[in-house]
Every structure is written in structure tokens, then in C-alpha cells.
């Protein structure tokens, strides 16, 4: 079993960063691709970023140029660096696991105020 545990959330203004961490624990073997989601009330969760474990990144078109992920494979973490953040960003922000199963974490909140 693989748990997941996000940290770095928070509320800040428009314009500011923040960055988020995500650590992942248990039985973790073999390639895999980390990534983070978001979900904001009344919307579906949308894919943000995700690297795999070569460090190939992908980004929604929404907050390129503005985040950046992260991983530190000795580590099992993964980060997402905020910048330039907008009201819009406003979301609970899950990090996930994809290899031979797939893992979520429980979530953090991440608030932009204008």
C-alpha cells in the first residue's frame, strides 16, 4: 500500500506563491508518474501538472508559465511551486500516484484571494 501526504496549502493573495509537497510512503517500485489535481467547488477535478520518473513534465494550459513541478525521486516527493497565483487557482489540490495501482492523497486547500 502507498499513502500519499500533501503539505503547503494555504490562503494567499493574488499574485503570491505558494508551494505545495507531497510525500509518498509504503510499498513504491518500478516507474511511475506523480502529478497533482485540482478540484474546485462545482467543477470536475482537472489535471494540473504531472512528471514522470524521468522528470518529463506536463502542464494544463491554464497555469503554464506560472507552476512548476518537482520531484525528488530519493525522496518519493513531489512539489508544485505556485506562482503568479489568481483567484481562479482557488481549488483543493490532490496529489496522485500512477504505477501499477494508482493513489490519491487526502488533499490541501489552496485559497487565492483578489
Known amino acids: 500500500q502507498v499513502q500519499l501526504v500533501e503539505s503547503g496549502g494555504g490562503l494567499v493573495q493574488a499574485g503570491e506563491s505558494l508551494k505545495l509537497s507531497c510525500s509518498a510512503s509504503g510499498n513504491i517500485f518500478g516507474p511511475n508518474t506523480m502529478a497533482w489535481y485540482r478540484q474546485a467547488p462545482g467543477h470536475q477535478r482537472e489535471l494540473v501538472a504531472s512528471i514522470t520518473s524521468s522528470s518529463i513534465t506536463a502542464y494544463a494550459d491554464s497555469v503554464k508559465g506560472r507552476f512548476t513541478i518537482s520531484r525528488d525521486n530519493r525522496k518519493n516527493t513531489v512539489y508544485l511551486q505556485m506562482n503568479s497565483l489568481k483567484p481562479e487557482d482557488t481549488a483543493v489540490y490532490y496529489c496522485?500516484?500512477?504505477?501499477?495501482?494508482?493513489?490519491w492523497g487526502q488533499g490541501t486547500q489552496v485559497t487565492v484571494s483578489s
Open positions: 496522485n500516484l500512477r504505477g501499477a495501482k494508482t493513489y
